[in-house]
């Protein structure tokens, strides 16, 4: 007999198969998953939970309303005023309304340089605004509970 044939012939391949899989040939209410689930597994399962309920960030959604509305509250208070009021229209369509740069800049009829002199203003003095309702960062308004 071959080497080839003895080595791959059914009868030592099945053997080879149940040196794999000893459990198999035993009824299920023999061994009944006490192999499968052993203690130490079942202990890592809920090491591993509770280091992910430890690791899971707070949910701050609830809270990402309110932050917005007091967003368009800061630009509102701090581009108060007649002079503004063209300010204001771009805070409140480019940086509320997120309506995107080529066609806020179309709507003001703004050159790129008056662009870049508004928004600096906006920024500037909604910046100001935005640090003294401790809303900047944003981390330092959702971790304060007050």
Not at 113 to 133: A, D, F, M, S
């Amino acid at each position: 007999m071959s080497i080839l044939r003895e080595r791959f012939s059914s009868e030592s391949i099945f053997r080879g198969l149940l040196r794999t899989f000893p459990l198999l040939h035993q009824p299920a209410r023999q061994h009944a998953g006490g192999v499968f689930l052993h203690p130490q597994i079942a202990k890592r399962a809920d090491l591993l939970a509770e280091i992910g309920s430890m690791a899971e960030p707070p949910d701050f959604r609830p809270r990402l309303n309110e932050w917005v509305a007091d967003f368009a509250l800061a630009g509102k208070s701090a581009l108060d005023g007649p002079e503004w009021a063209s300010r204001m229209v771009l805070f409140r369509l480019y940086y509320l309304g997120l309506a995107p740069y080529e066609n806020a800049r179309h709507f003001l009829a703004l050159s790129e340089h008056n662009w870049v002199n508004w928004t600096e203003q906006i920024r500037h003095r909604c910046g100001k605004e935005l640090l003294g309702r401790s809303m900047f960062p944003p981390r330092k308004y959702f971790t304060n509970t007050e």
